[in-house]
């Protein structure tokens, strides 16, 4: 068997008895009161003799009226010293039911204590010297321990702390009610009032919880009404105690107290949506880009560079006519007829590209989950910088073309960067040599540039359409 026990002084702890160390323990600096050490070990020699001789007790009582083991035997005792108080008093419980008390100079039973109690109450009334500790215990050493305490720990037993209080609504009670909840917390002594007011009338329906302890050593208690929607509007809260004087804490309901769940969960289904649509357009953006960067790219150079041009500019470079006027000529009567063949069919392609736009958009909107890999390195190596030189053939100066590729768009960065191609003037080139030898008259050139400007303009507002 063990005993563990506490000792309380109002509502703050003053000793402890714990089993482990068999000792008196000390919780407060003022928990010695006014008892001097030897008074004090007189003390402990006493619960200790108390404490074996409740053991024998306890064993002898227990075949006698047939107690089950594992049992829990609870001991309250105390006195109080101010003048009207109740006497001294000593109850005993078994299994958290009373089973008999100690009152004047003899046992009693319970009135719901189990069959069988009286014979243990004969036992016990038997005992004088039990008694006669009991007695001594009880109205002498226990007054005389309190008044000391008291004296001791005034300082801590009169504080005042004020009260912090706050308004919220708890869970429904049902279609068309609220429950008003108002919090009171962190003060001290115990004894408070807290009530739900119209005006100056107290609401008959206020649910007052358990005083609870703060770690601190303060108090707490939460009070609730239940009552119509529409009748909410002119309640308070209305908090007295004695560390606020006259001054009441009133706290009036004004309908904008809501429970947390109430605020939390539309803030956290709109940030979902929001994360949700976000994804969906970036995603849906960096494949549009893809396609569009990719088209560029691939219609610019159908528009600059045609193979049959580079054929042509190689052949006549070979047989040394680059300079001559009547090759010239020639190239530009060529060039003309191919450029009017060529305008056709890229009006004929954009227009057939422009509807694949729209079908490649579909496709890889529900497709994109698996392409995104995919896309991205192919994204990478379409977008590096080329430096592509294309000689005029007899004439020098340089020619501008502006190409405005949209890869930076796809890392979100919202922006458009130049990319330009020089054209410089015609030098010799080898046949084997790596570098383009194209032979491109420059108003023409200029031409296809303009068209090509043309072009992405056009498209450019459709997209935005």
Not at 14 to 37: A, K, Q
Not at 57 to 77: K, N, S, T
Not at 125 to 148: A, F, H, I, S, Y
């Amino acid at each position: 068997m063990r005993t563990d026990g506490l000792a309380w002084l109002g509502e703050l702890q003053t000793h402890r008895w714990s089993n482990d160390s068999d000792n008196i323990g000390f919780l407060r600096p003022w928990s010695r009161g006014t008892f001097s050490p030897e008074q004090w070990e007189s003390l402990q020699h006493e619960l200790r003799v108390y404490r074996s001789s409740v053991f024998r007790d306890v064993q002898e009582f227990a075949q006698m009226i047939h107690l089950v083991y594992p049992m829990e035997i609870q001991v309250a005792a105390g006195c109080e010293v101010q003048p009207g108080n109740d006497p001294p008093h000593f109850h005993v419980a078994y299994q958290g039911s009373p089973l008999l008390s100690f009152q004047g100079n003899s046992w009693v039973p319970a009135p719901e204590a189990p069959f069988g109690i009286n014979v243990v109450i004969q036992v016990l009334n038997q005992d004088r010297g039990t008694k006669e500790m009991l007695q001594e215990l009880l109205n002498n050493t226990c007054p005389q321990l309190v008044r000391g305490l008291l004296q001791a720990g005034k300082t801590d037993l009169e504080k005042q702390v004020k009260p912090q209080a706050w308004l919220s609504s708890g869970p429904s009670p049902g279609p068309g009610r609220l429950l008003l909840v108002c919090h009171v917390s962190g003060f001290y002594p115990k004894p408070v009032y807290v009530m739900w007011m119209r005006g100056e009338q107290e609401q008959p329906g206020t649910q007052q919880g358990d005083v609870l302890p703060n770690g601190d050593g303060t108090w707490y208690l939460r009070v609730t009404l239940d009552v119509a929607a529409g009748e909410a509007a002119d309640l308070s809260c209305r908090v007295k105690h004695s560390s606020l004087g006259s001054q009441d804490i009133i706290l009036n309901w004004e309908g904008s107290h809501t429970s947390l769940g109430l605020i939390i969960l539309p803030v956290v289904l709109f940030l979902f949506l929001l994360i949700g649509v976000l994804v969906f357009r970036f995603r849906r953006r960096c494949f549009y880009q893809y396609i569009r960067v990719k088209e560029i790219k691939d219609r610019f150079l159908k528009c600059l560079v045609d193979e049959d041009v580079i054929k042509a500019a190689e052949t006549k470079a070979g047989n040394g006519v680059i300079g001559s006027d009547a090759a010239v000529k020639e190239d530009e009567v060529s060039d003309k007829g191919k450029d009017s063949e060529e305008e056709t069919n890229r009006d004929s392609q954009s227009e057939k590209e422009d509807g694949s736009d729209r079908d490649s958009d579909t496709e890889q909107e529900e497709k994109q989950n698996k392409d995104d890999e995919a896309a991205w390195q192919e994204l990478l190596q379409n977008t590096e910088e080329v430096e592509l030189k294309f000689p005029t053939l007899g004439q020098t100066g340089n020619d501008q073309y502006t190409v405005f590729l949209r890869s930076d768009s796809f890392l979100g960065l919202g922006q458009s960067k130049t990319r330009k191609l020089e054209v410089h003037e015609a030098k010799p080139v080898p046949e084997n040599h790596p570098q383009w030898n194209t032979a491109i008259d420059r108003d023409e050139d200029q031409e296809d540039s303009e068209g090509f400007d043309d072009s992405f303009e056009e498209e450019e507002e459709d997209d935005d359409d």
